[in-house]
């Protein structure tokens, strides 16, 4: 075992936190406020290797192993607390890596260029009205094979990227029923790659988030939505597993910008606390706030390196390991379980240090608090679903209340 980075990582690191802090960091209350990512940026981390970080270079990808995908992950939450531009990052890196992987190589010529580029966004679009964590009861939207072509009907809800797709074109992987038999279980749903701009069918909405406000979320509504053959993504009746092996990667991920949003409004805190004096002291010399400390960066230490671990579970399966989709989805679970409410209590306490600042725009604690609890909400899957899967890992599925 070694817990030492590579020169690689090392270096990759610091490539990333000097981009992120000089062109990010400044600009995330301009970003909360107007409600965008500037185009700049976005072409900032084109040019790094920052969109579709794990895509083939074939397509314009970085090529990336996952270790050094989650080292930019965690340094971009660290400079965007409000998590708008990793939502954009990770959503990119992981559904973008399930695309090159199962996509046609017909639409990854024409898709994907684009999207490491950044003229171009790609998403995931699997919740729907009735329900996001039980996909297989929930999921109405239907595909159905006429010739050449696959007619699509239903809606989707709560879907990152809406508008940035139809500004700049894209698609988003979208999973539909493809086998109406009830029997069929998992084995009843397809992916496809569907773009929102320009598809003749798709009715928009827009939701006005609570936080991550860079990045909006919205939902389309289907109505007889046509798409060619090669829109296929993946096996026909496989697309259920396809999301689950896309959810992984992206849990990961989730899990470094977490910890990095956690680090540095941590930081921000420490700062603060040596700073101010109340009763004659400094914050940081009473136990009271101390001790506090002490105990969140226990915390965080320990879900970095459940982070990491999780990452470098994804190498060892997608690289010469023989690790089980099994291992994979336990990683990012506990990943995902323990990073956005570790870094939510982290973000909770210093708003306690920073008093009454805390409760104003002029403290970007707030923009912290409001991006990372949709990751305890639900994006990517719930707190509930992630000790789901724990308990189906520990137990066995023949003690969940239904068979997963
Ligand atoms: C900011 C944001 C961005 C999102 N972006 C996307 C996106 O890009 N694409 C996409 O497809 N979806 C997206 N989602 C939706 C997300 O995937 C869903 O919110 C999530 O899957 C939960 O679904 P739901 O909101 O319908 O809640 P529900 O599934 O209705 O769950 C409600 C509550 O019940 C709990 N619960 C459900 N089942 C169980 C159980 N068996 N045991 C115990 N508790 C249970 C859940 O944990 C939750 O607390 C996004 C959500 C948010 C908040």
């Known amino acids: 075992m070694d817990f030492s980075w590579t020169e690689e990582q090392r270096l990759w690191r610091q490539t990333v936190r000097d981009f992120a802090q000089k062109e990010i960091a400044p600009r995330v209350r301009e970003i909360d406020t107007e409600e965008r990512i500037p185009p700049e940026i976005i072409k900032g981390m084109a040019e790094l290797g920052l969109l579709g970080p794990v895509c083939s270079e074939e397509y314009g990808g970085a090529g990336m192993d996952w270790t050094l ?43 994907l260029p684009k999207v490491t580029a950044g003229e171009a966004f790609l998403g995931i679009a ?186 470098w579970i994804m190498d060892q399966k997608y690289g010469p390991g023989t690790h089980t989709h099994q291992d994979i989805a336990l990683a990012a679970a506990l990943a995902k379980l323990r990073a956005p409410q570790i870094g939510f209590e982290i973000m909770n306490e210093v708003a306690d240090w920073f008093g009454a600042m805390a409760y104003t725009k002029e403290c970007p604690v707030e923009m912290g608090i409001r991006g990372i609890r949709s990751y305890s909400i639900g994006a990517e899957g719930t707190m509930n679903i992630m000790r789901l899967i724990i308990a189906r890992e520990l137990l066995g599925p023949e003690f969940l209340p239904y068979r997963q």
């Open 69 to 111: 995908a989650t080292i930019a992950a965690e340094e971009l939450g660290r400079a965007d607390i409000s998590l708008a531009i990793p939502v954009l990052y990770l959503v990119e890196a992981a559904w973008g890596f399930i695309f090159d992987r199962y996509g046609t190589p017909e639409l990854k010529a024409q898709i």
């Open 126 to 311: 699997t919740t729907e009205p009735e329900g996001g964590s039980d996909i297989l009861g929930a999921c109405r939207t239907k595909a159905e094979r006429q010739g050449d072509e696959w007619v699509i009907n239903g809606e989707k809800v709560y879907i990152s990227g809406v508008r940035e797709s139809l500004n700049m074109g894209g698609i988003h992987l979208l999973l539909a029923r493809t086998n109406p038999d009830p029997a069929a279980g998992h084995r009843a749903f397809t992916f496809f790659a569907l773009p929102l701009r320009g598809t003749p069918g798709i009715t928009p909405t827009f939701f006005q988030d609570m936080g991550r406000m860079g990045i909006s979320t919205g939902g389309f509504a289907m109505e007889d939505v046509r798409l060619p053959a090669s829109h296929q993504v993946g096996d026909l009746n496989r697309g259920f597993y396809h999301a689950m092996e896309g959810f992984s990667a992206a849990r990961v991920l989730i899990g470094a910008t977490c910890v990095g949003a956690a680090e540095a409004v941590l930081e921000m805190g420490m700062e603060h606390i040596k700073q101010r004096r109340a009763f004659g002291r400094p914050l940081a010399s009473y136990e009271g706030i101390s001790f506090p400390l002490a105990n969140h960066y226990a915390n965080l230490e320990s879900t970095r390196l459940l982070v990491y671990k999780a990452a």
